[in-house]
């Protein structure tokens, strides 16, 4: 009996946050300058006339600025479910003469519409509460409530909430990258096809049935950096150093782009690497990258000069995804699948010393593979010698 009595009253401990100290200065940071700022605007724009400042801000203020990442707090959210639930608040407060009852169906009623109109917010319920118990200052703005300073509060905040994250390079308002297969079919991306997919995310969280405080698109992609991790444990000895192209076809940045188009033919490559008057790395040329400019140039100069001579500068990728020797090979084999055709080797000194191709890659982790089930299929394992 002790120890059932022991687990349940551990069942109340709280679960760590994985948050790290940035993030969590970050948050308080931001709560602080949302708040003052907010205030301070709503009672020069209202006066001491009106309530300027409502509680619920303080609520919103923690989604916006310590979980921006919530799908609870996004802008949608926070401006459509304070609006609408202040403006069930003063419904029922006019309508129903019991305090306590129209208290607690301006929260209902207010849940309901937040969760029909997709802009559930937490503090609203708090917003709804305060148009019924805030009393004669409250009820004297009638439905202005929703607007001043429910609305007015809620816009201010959300513009320093857009300010302050943009600022820190925080993902807010949450922007979700294009999934779609590149090439414009209705494919799937090559990575996608086996193993997880949102498919069967969608499959669980529909079974599961209940409201995650998470974004679907953000829940994949943590399930997918947790199976990377997991490819990196368990095939993480071969790096790119072991599999990579050292005799690396480049030209240079002031080559002239035809000299790159011969390039291409001869080797049958789709990509080189660019180096620059030094020889230093400067990033790549991608054959379809030329033939479009090639295409585009000739048809702006079809009646005049003809086509300009284009050097291997004109047409070069200088931002383009690199990997180091050390890097485990599991961890390109979703981007090459889906993407690139190779990646370039860089040491630490940002000079290349390889390429690593999708061939490059494919006969590595065929080796993976084929090693790994000659060891599973082994009847006699190797025995220590004596």
């Not at 003052?36 to 009106?50: K, N, P």
């Not at 035809?258 to 790549?284: I, K, N, T, W």
């Not at 200088?318 to 889906?338: C, H, K, N, W, Y």
């Amino acid at each position: 009996m002790g120890v059932a009595i022991k687990r349940w009253l551990g069942s109340f401990a709280p679960a760590p946050v994985g948050v790290n100290g940035r993030e969590k200065l970050l948050g308080a940071v931001g709560a602080l300058l949302g708040l003052f700022c907010t205030e301070w605007v709503g009672r020069h724009a209202l006066g001491s006339a009106s309530p300027w400042f409502i509680a619920p801000m303080g609520a919103s203020a923690v989604l916006l600025f310590a979980a921006p990442a919530s799908p609870l707090a996004q802008p949608w959210s926070l401006m459509a479910g304070n609006l609408i639930s202040a403006l069930i608040g003063v419904f029922c407060a006019q309508f129903i003469p019991v305090p306590g009852l129209a208290a607690a169906a301006a929260v209902a009623l207010a849940i309901g519409a937040m969760f029909s109109l997709r802009c559930l917010h937490p503090p609203s319920g708090a917003v709804a509460l305060t148009a019924v118990l805030g009393g004669p200052p409250v009820a004297s703005l009638g439905y202005g409530f929703a607007l001043w300073p429910v609305a007015l509060n809620s816009l201010i905040l959300l513009c320093i909430a857009v300010v302050f994250n943009g600022a820190l390079k925080r993902n807010y308002p949450r922007r979700h990258a294009d999934t779609a297969g590149g090439h414009n079919t209705r494919d799937l991306a090559p990575s996608a096809r086996l193993g997880f997919s949102l498919v069967d995310l969608d499959e669980a969280l529909n079974q599961r049935g209940e409201l995650l405080d998470i974004s679907k698109e953000d829940l994949e992609e943590i399930v997918l950096a947790a199976e990377l991790r997991a490819s990196v444990r368990r095939f993480g000895d071969v790096r790119c150093a072991d599999i990579m192209s050292r005799d690396v076809v480049t030209v240079r940045a002031h080559d002239p782009l035809d000299y790159a188009v011969r390039l291409f033919d001869r080797h049958r490559v789709q990509a080189l690497p660019v180096l620059d008057s030094e020889g230093r790395y400067a990033g790549m040329i991608a054959q379809g990258d030329v033939l479009a400019r090639r295409n585009r140039l000739a048809t702006v100069a079809a009646d005049a000069t003809g086509v300009p001579d284009l050097l291997v500068a004109d047409c070069m990728h200088s931002e383009v995804p690199f990997a180091t020797p050390g890097l485990p090979v599991i961890e390109l084999a979703r981007p090459m699948s889906d993407s690139l055709h190779c990646v370039p080797v860089l040491d630490e000194s940002r000079d290349l010393v390889g390429l690593v191709t999708q061939s490059d890659l494919v006969a590595a982790l065929y080796q993976i593979a084929v090693s790994s089930n000659s060891q599973a299929d082994d009847p006699h394992p190797q025995k220590l010698a004596a």
